[in-house]
C-alpha cells in the first residue's frame, strides 16, 4: 500500500499557472480577499483578513470596480482540507468577524446567514461541478445539504479562479436544524443530542476520535459539537450508543421488528438509502470511509435515529480517480476493502444492512423511485449542462489562471483534451454507472410487503427556512384521510390542515399568510389519524 501511495505521489503533476490573468466583468460574484501586508494564508493559525464581496444578484453582471454591496469587512482565514493541500489552487475555511472580532451571521450571496464558510476550489474536478451535483441531488431527495454557489475569488490583486462558496455542516437554524445538545428545552435533555459525528481518516482537523467496536480502522470523529465543547458524559452517550448501534447490526437479531432491538431501532433507513445511493452512484474512491457524516437530534424530538449524511467533498467522484477500481462503471463502492488496503475501512453496517430483506427491498424501490425523476439521465445531464452555461466565461478564466486541461492532475480518472471533454465523459460516465446499478441492485419493490415499518415515501416542505408561504409534498401508496399539523418546540399546536381524502400518488398542500414567530416548528403528515411523515420547518 506505501508502494502504491507513493507512486501515485511521485506522479503528481506540479502544473505552471498564469499570474497575468485578470478580472474585470463576470455573471459570477467577486470576492476580494486582502491580507495584512500581503501575508500568505497558511493552515494554521487563522490570519485576519478583509473581505469584500461583489453581488448583484443571480446571473447579473458584475464589475470589479462595484462597490462591496454584500460584505466588507474582517474574516478570520485559513487553508482548509487534507489531501487538496498538495494543490496550487487552495481552499480556503473563514469566518466573518465584526469590528471585535467576535463572530458575525452574514448571508453571503442570498445564502442564509451564518459566520462560517468554506471556498472550495476546484482543481483535479475539471468540471468544476461534482460536488456541487452532488450537494443538489442531496438535497433534491428531502435532505439538508451544504448550499453553494459559484464565485471568482481575488487573493492581494492575485486572481485565483471559479471558487465554490460552501456552507460548513454544522448544527445551525439555516443548516443542520437540530436542537444544540446545551440548549435548554422542555425536557431538560443536555444528553441524548444533538450530535454530528464523521467517519474520517486521521488526517487534516484532527481531534478527540475512537474506533468501531468491530475494526480498529473505522475512527469517529465528533464534528459538532467538538469533543472539547461537550462533558463526559454526553462524549460516552453517544460512543455507547454507536456501539449498541454495531451491536445490532452485528447480532443475531439485527432484523428484529422494530422495539425489540434490531437496526430498525437505532437508524433512519430512508436517510440511510439515500446515502448509499448517493456513494455508489458517485463511487467516490474515500466513499464510507473518508468525510461520511453521521447525525442524532434529540430523543424527543420526532425520528431521533442516528441519520446519514449530509454528503461531502466529491471532487473524486463520478469517474475521477485512477485508482482502486474508482473510474470503472461496474462493482460496488462499499466492497472498496476487498480492492483495496488504505489505513481506513468502509464500516462493515453497509454491507450487512443488505442482509436484511427488508432493508434491500426499500432500497430498491428508493432506488427504482429516484431513476423516475432526479437521478434520471435527462435530469442530471440537463443540471450538469445548465451549470457548466453558467461557467461558460468564468472557466475561461478559471483555465488560463491554472492551464491544466488536457494535464494529468492527481489523480484523474480521465483526462480531455477540451473542458467540454471532461463534462461529457463525466456525463457517460453517470449514465453507465447508473444502468450498472439498474441492473445489479437486490431486493424487490413489493409495496404490499411489510418488512420495513413503511414502504419508502417521499416528504419535503419547500422552500425551507419559510417566509410567508411554504408547500409541504407527499406521497401516498394507498388512499387515507389526510391532515397536516404543525406545533412548536413545546408541542402547541399552531395549524391543523385536514385535507380529505386523498388517493395513491404524489400531492402538495402550500400554506400561506403566516403570522408565525421566527424560530423552529415541526410538521407531521397525518393518515387516518397516525403520523406518516415527519419534518422540521424554520421560520425566518
Known sequence: MRKLLLIMMLTALVVPFANSQTLTNTNLPIFVITTPQGVSIGDDPRIVAHLG????????????????????????????????????????????QDALGNNAQIGLC????????????????????????????????????????????????????????????????????????????????????????????????????????????VVFQFHDPEFDELNSMQASYMEDYIGQFEQAIQGPGMDLPPGQGGWRDFIDYESFNDFFIMQELGRTVDG???????????????????????MWDFNLSFGNADYCDAQLTTGWQYNFDQVCNFSTSIPFWWDRLLDSPGYRNALRCRWDELRQGILS????????????????????????????????????????????????????????????????????????????????????????????????????????????????????????????????????????SLDWNSGSYLYSVLVDGEELYTGKLIKK
Open 53 to 96: 464581496v461583489i453581488y448583484n444578484g443571480t446571473n447579473a453582471n458584475h464589475n470589479i470596480n462595484d462597490p462591496y454591496n454584500n460584505y466588507d469587512g474582517n474574516i478570520a482565514i485559513e487553508i482548509r482540507g487534507s489531501t487538496s493541500q498538495q494543490y496550487p489552487k487552495k481552499g480556503y475555511g473563514f469566518e466573518t
Open 288 to 310: 464510507y470511509r473518508s468525510s461520511s457524516f453521521l447525525y442524532k437530534d434529540k430523543n424527543y424530538s420526532w425520528n431521533a435515529k442516528i441519520k446519514a449524511g449530509p
Open 110 to 217: 442570498g445564502l442564509p446567514p451564518e459566520n462560517d464558510w468554506i471556498l472550495y476550489g476546484p482543481y483535479p474536478d475539471k468540471t468544476l461541478i461534482r460536488n456541487v451535483l452532488t450537494y443538489h441531488l442531496f438535497e433534491e431527495m428531502g435532505h439538508y445539504s451544504p448550499r453553494t454557489h459559484y464565485i471568482e475569488l481575488i487573493i492581494d490583486g492575485d486572481y485565483r479562479g471559479v471558487y465554490v462558496l460552501t456552507e460548513r455542516i454544522k448544527i445551525d437554524d439555516f443548516r443542520l436544524t437540530l436542537q444544540d445538545v446545551s440548549s435548554p428545552n422542555v425536557f431538560n435533555d443536555t444528553l441524548t443530542g444533538a450530535y454530528v459525528l464523521k467517519v474520517d481518516k486521521l488526517t487534516g482537523e484532527v481531534g478527540y476520535t475512537w474506533e468501531s467496536l468491530y475494526d480498529n480502522e
Open 377 to 512: 439521465t435527462s435530469y442530471i445531464n440537463n443540471f450538469i449542462d445548465s451549470v457548466a452555461l453558467d461557467l461558460e466565461d468564468a472557466r475561461i478564466r478559471n483555465f488560463q489562471r491554472w492551464p491544466i486541461i488536457g494535464q494529468y492532475v492527481n489523480w484523474n480518472g480521465f483526462v480531455g483534451q477540451t473542458y467540454q471533454e471532461d463534462v461529457d465523459y463525466m456525463k457517460t460516465w453517470i449514465q453507465q454507472r447508473s444502468e450498472w446499478i439498474d441492473l445489479n441492485l437486490g431486493g424487490t419493490c413489493n409495496l404490499s410487503t411489510n418488512e420495513i415499518e413503511q414502504a419508502p415515501q417521499y416528504h419535503r416542505a419547500w422552500p425551507n427556512p419559510i417566509n410567508d408561504q411554504f408547500t409541504i409534498g407527499f406521497s401516498l401508496f394507498n388512499a387515507g384521510s389526510i391532515a397536516i399539523r404543525v406545533v412548536d418546540l413545546t408541542g402547541r399546536e399552531i395549524t391543523y390542515t385536514d385535507l380529505g381524502t386523498k388517493f395513491d400518488g404524489t400531492h402538495a398542500h402550500t400554506f400561506s
